[in-house]
C-alpha cells in the first residue's frame, strides 16, 4: 500500500512513469478506498500503462480484459470445458455404463445422467476468463479493463454488477466472493459516453496531453541518450504543434518515437528542414502532414520565434 500520493508519484518514476498530481491522488485515494478508477483521455497518454506501472509498483500481478463490440461474460468471465467434458465422458464411458445399469428406457437413463450432471459442471471443468481470474486470486491483483467504451452497453450494465459488490454468481457452483478486491482501471478513448452509473461507482480520471516540463521528464527518463537541447526542442515542437487543428494530434508515443527517431539519426540541434522531413514519425494522416508542413514557419514560430 502507498503511503501518500507523494509516495505514489515516487515509486511510478522508479518504473519509469510520470505522474502529475491528479494521477498520484487518485491512485492513491483508489487503493484507500478501495474504488475503481475509470481513466479517459485522448490515445497515447499514458491510460493503458497507469495499470501495468500500478501493478509493477506494487509488486502485484496484472491481469487484463480488452474490451471489444460483441465481447460478453463468457469470454470475460468463465466458460464451461467443454472439449475437457467430453473427453472425460469418453474415458469414464465404463462408469457412464454402470450408472445407467439397466435403464429400459431412454427417458430413464436422461434422467439418472441428469441426476450425476453436477460432476461435470464442478470447478474442475470450469475455464476461468479475466474476471474471475481476479476475484478468485489468492492474492490481490491490478484488474485493467481496456478500452470499456468499445464494449457493448450490456457488457458495461454487468461489469458494473460485478465491480459493485466483487462478487459473481456461476448457476451451477453458486456466488463467488473475491478474496481480495481488486485494484481495477478502467480505460476510455471517448468512443461512446459511459454511463452514469458506471462513473458513480469510479473514481474519475482525465489524463490530458502533459505539459512541457512533464513531457521533458518522459522524454529525459524514455530517451537517455537525449541531449538536453534536443529534448527540450522536440518537447517545444510537440506542444506548438498540439495547438494546430489536426485530425490526430501526436501523442506521449508519438514524441517519444520522434525523439528516439532524432537520436538514431544523430540531429544534435532541431532545424525547419529536419521537422519537415521527420513529421511523419509524429502526424499519422496525409491531411495533417500537409497542412504542417505548409505553414511550419508560422507554427514553429506561434510563441516565441523560433525553435526553443
Ligand atoms: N506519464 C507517463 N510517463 C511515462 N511514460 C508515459 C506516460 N504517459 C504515456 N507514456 C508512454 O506513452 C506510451 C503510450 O501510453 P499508453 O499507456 O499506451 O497510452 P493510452 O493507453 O492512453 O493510449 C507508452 O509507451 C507509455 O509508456
Ligand atoms: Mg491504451
Request: proline share 4%; charged share 30%; with cysteine.
Amino acid at each position: 500500500m502507498f503511503k501518500s500520493k507523494e509516495d505514489v508519484a515516487q515509486e511510478f518514476r522508479k518504473q519509469k512513469y510520470i505522474c502529475n498530481d491528479e494521477i498520484s491522488t487518485v491512485i492513491y485515494l483508489a487503493e484507500q478506498m478501495q474504488k475503481p478508477v475509470l481513466v479517459e483521455g485522448p490515445a497515447g497518454v499514458g491510460k493503458t500503462s497507469l495499470a501495468g506501472v500500478w501493478a509493477d509498483a506494487s509488486g502485484l500481478e496484472l491481469i487484463r480484459i480488452q474490451c471489444y463490440e460483441g465481447l460478453d461474460e463468457s469470454k470475460a468471465l468463465y466458460e464451461w470445458e467443454y472439449a475437457k467434458q467430453l473427453l472425460y465422458t469418453q474415458i469414464l464411458k465404463e462408469k457412464v455404463g454402470e450408472v445407467l445399469g439397466d435403464c429400459r428406457s431412454l427417458k430413464e437413463a436422461v434422467e439418472k445422467i441428469d441426476k450425476e450432471d453436477n460432476a461435470f459442471f464442478s470447478e474442475d471443468f470450469i475455464l476461468p476468463r479475466p474476471l474471475l481470474r481476479a476475484i478468485l486470486s489468492e492474492k490481490p491483483v491490478v484488474l485493467l479493463v481496456d478500452e470499456v467504451d468499445k464494449s457493448d452497453p450490456e457488457f458495461e450494465a454487468f461489469l458494473l454488477e460485478v465491480l459493485s459488490d466483487f462478487q459473481v454468481s456461476v448457476p451451477e457452483l453458486g456466488t463467488i466472493k473475491a478474496r481480495h478486491i481488486p485494484r481495477v482501471i478502467l480505460t476510455s478513448n471517448n468512443a461512446r459516453e459511459m454511463t452514469d452509473a458506471l462513473k458513480r461507482r469510479c473514481l474519475h480520471l482525465f489524463i490530458d496531453f502533459p505539459v512541457p516540463q512533464q513531457e521533458m521528464e518522459i522524454v529525459n527518463l524514455k530517451v537517455p541518450n537525449i541531449t538536453d537541447t534536443l529534448a527540450s526542442q522536440v518537447v517545444n515542437v510537440i506542444q506548438k504543434i498540439r495547438k494546430v487543428d489536426l485530425k490526430k494530434l501526436p501523442s506521449i508515443s508519438e514524441t517519444l518515437d520522434w525523439a528516439r527517431a532524432l537520436t538514431i539519426l544523430n540531429v544534435a540541434a532541431l532545424d525547419e528542414q529536419t521537422v519537415k522531413s521527420t513529421l511523419n514519425l509524429f502526424l499519422k494522416y496525409e491531411g495533417d502532414i500537409k497542412k504542417v508542413k505548409s505553414n511550419l514557419h508560422n507554427v514553429l514560430s506561434s510563441t516565441e520565434g523560433k525553435l526553443n
